[in-house]
């Protein structure tokens, strides 16, 4: 076994991390959204489980950058309060045609975030430097990860979409409220799903053998992870090869990610044997 | 690595940033009250409800015992998790019983309290197993490391506090205290989503173009429900962070910080309501 040396501060810098999260997010967003236009189909909408994954990474670091500060409440409470501020800014979001939704949903999580940073840093006094910051990216996060979770399993990113449901049965088309990706709350489940995703992977790899790209793999690795149940949610909006596309791109990313973790788990430990049965001493 | 120390939470007040704050939440109440109270009074008493409901979050949660990691090896006194689970517990499990409420239209003042009376059951239940589990599973008493008597029976608790902890345990005060925090918590959130619900299901039929009120309401109920969930924990963690952490309930010195915290959930409350009310009525 070869041990890596390598510095622990350092790694991809934190700016990079977010124009690079941010751009992949909103560009998988419009891709899966112009392409399933452009062809009339729901084939595309994996795309939005992507731009989820490219938030998640983005927002693995933020939470990092933060929590490096000791905030004394845990790890899981900025997922939580990133899911929180981005529904809000999301489902504002969705008002608006499916251009313009992405950029309206960005500038309203940033204005809430924003806010919400300056009461947490300035009123309730937690001075630490990047909480404002923080606060500001975790809820465009949040709201680019609902967002991409949404597109993924109905394929729209409109409120009267995401509102209603129509289905055709021996000829009829019947349209109803019910069954929908709000009216069901898949929205909640959407909601869980991307807050734990977002605060597992520091929460587990954080301590001394802390590495940046450990960490970043490991939440690719959890936004693959909660996008194969999205793609079997999907199964209720989406036709059949729709879906197929989905839980295959879903299964193969976590497969890749899953196992490239490993590796880097490997690497980083320091020392790791492979589990064999116990033996039983001779003479017993 | 660099780990820096912990935050104390700074002591005091920034005079600057309190006035802003109130002045961004007068700025919000009052255009909403010029844009939208002659056309529809809802939209106005909602974002005020909402404002109310999420005030009420953040006080309750510097009521509820919260310990971590520290309470789990019996170095701290409380219930051994973060706030964030802890208020989110008490406040779904008071939003179920509201919304049950609700549905069977028991009226405003009943709705909210049964929402109240759920975060508190599940506080109160939660509270008596933790004592439970501490008591005859781990074997250390009930002591307050913050208070030499109890500030409710007048027991003395110095006596019964291990050297080098800060207490262990849940002591008496600190029960009640989680019952406290769970009920205004459930009333806070319970009372979200009641007014979200009523701007909702008014207008929501004509946004989706439905033909009646009825058939919109799984989308109302939705809606509602999810947004108050995200305030509530935006308001939960919000009063998380002015504790930082770990608190004994209100004889904890801690519990003096709450004005920071009701100065930061009206802000916090005030923008995050008017962006969820105009989700449908914009």
């Not at chain 2, 007014?195 to 299901?201: D, I, S």
């Not at chain 2, 039929?205 to 809606?223: F, G, H, M, R, T």
Request: one cysteine or more; proline letters at 4%; aromatic letters at 10%.
């Amino acid at each position: 076994m070869t041990v890596k040396v390598e510095k622990i501060e350092g790694g991809t810098p934190h700016n990079t991390l977010m124009w690079a999260g941010l751009i992949a997010s909103l560009v998988c967003i419009y891709l899966g959204a112009g392409l399933n236009l452009a062809f009339s189909a729901y084939t595309f909408s994996f795309f939005g489980g992507l731009a989820a994954v490219a938030a998640i990474v983005w927002g693995s670091n933020t939470i990092k950058t933060l929590c490096s500060y000791g905030i004394g409440t845990g790890v899981p409470s900025v997922g939580m309060i990133s899911l929180g501020s981005g529904v809000i800014a999301m489902l504002i979001a969705t008002r608006f045609n499916w251009w313009l939704a992405p950029i309206v949903l960005v500038i309203v999580a940033v204005i809430i975030g924003a806010i919400i940073g300056y009461m947490a840093n300035d009123v309730i006094m937690m001075k630490i430097p990047v909480m404002r910051r923080s606060m500001t990216e975790v809820a465009v996060i949040g709201a680019l990860m609902l967002m991409g979770f949404a597109q993924m399993a109905t394929s729209t990113y409109s409120l009267v979409g995401l509102a209603s449901t129509s289905s055709t049965l021996l000829g009829v088309t019947t349209s109803g409220f019910g069954g929908s990706f709000i009216g069901a709350s898949i929205i909640a489940v959407a909601f869980i799903l991307g807050a734990i995703a977002v605060q597992h992977p520091f929460n587990a790899t954080l301590g001394p053998s802390w590495k940046q790209d450990r960490m970043l793999m490991l939440a690719a690795e959890c936004g693959f992870l909660s996008m194969i149940p999205v793609a079997f949610m999907s199964i209720a909006y989406l036709s059949l090869p729709a879906v197929i596309v989905s839980i295959v791109v879903s299964l193969a990313g976590w497969y890749y990610t899953y196992n490239q973790y490993l590796c880097l788990s490997q690497r980083d430990a320091a020392a790791w044997l492979d589990a064999k049965p116990i033996r039983e001493p001779e003479g017993h | 690595m660099t780990v820096t120390p912990k935050p104390t939470g700074g002591v005091g007040m920034n005079p600057v940033a309190n006035a802003l704050s109130i002045l961004l939440l007068i700025a919000i109440v009052v255009a909403t009250y010029i844009l939208y109270y002659a056309a529809s009074p809802l939209v106005f008493m909602a974002l005020v409800a909402v404002i109310i409901g999420g005030v009420l979050v953040g006080f309750g949660v510097h009521f509820v015992p919260v310990g971590g990691a520290p309470a789990a090896m019996g170095q701290a006194p409380g219930i051994a998790t973060g706030v964030a689970m802890l208020a989110a517990g008490s406040g779904l499990a008071g939003l179920f019983g509201g919304a049950f409420a609700i549905n069977s239209n028991l009226g405003f003042f009943t709705s909210i309290v049964a929402g109240g009376i759920g975060g508190a059951l599940m506080m109160a239940i939660t509270c008596l197993f933790v004592t439970l589990i501490y008591t005859y599973g781990m074997g250390i008493p009930s002591a307050s490391g913050k208070v030499k008597v109890d500030p409710i029976t007048g027991d003395s608790q110095v006596e019964y506090k291990s050297q080098g902890t800060e207490g262990h345990g849940l002591p008496f005060s600190s029960f009640v205290g989680g019952v406290i925090g769970g009920f205004l918590g459930g009333l806070g959130g319970t009372l979200i989503y009641y007014e979200l619900l009523m701007v909702y299901e008014a207008k929501l039929p004509a946004l989706l173009s439905a033909a009646s009120a009825s058939a919109v309401a799984p989308v109302a109920i939705s809606l509602a429900g999810i947004f108050a969930v995200g305030m509530f924990l935006v308001n939960a963690v919000l009063a998380a962070y002015n504790i930082t952490g770990t608190t004994e309930g209100f004889h904890d010195p801690k519990f003096g910080r709450f004005p920071r915290a009701i100065i930061a959930c009206l802000a916090a409350s005030a923008v995050c309501g008017i962006v969820a009310i105009l989700v449908a009525a914009l």
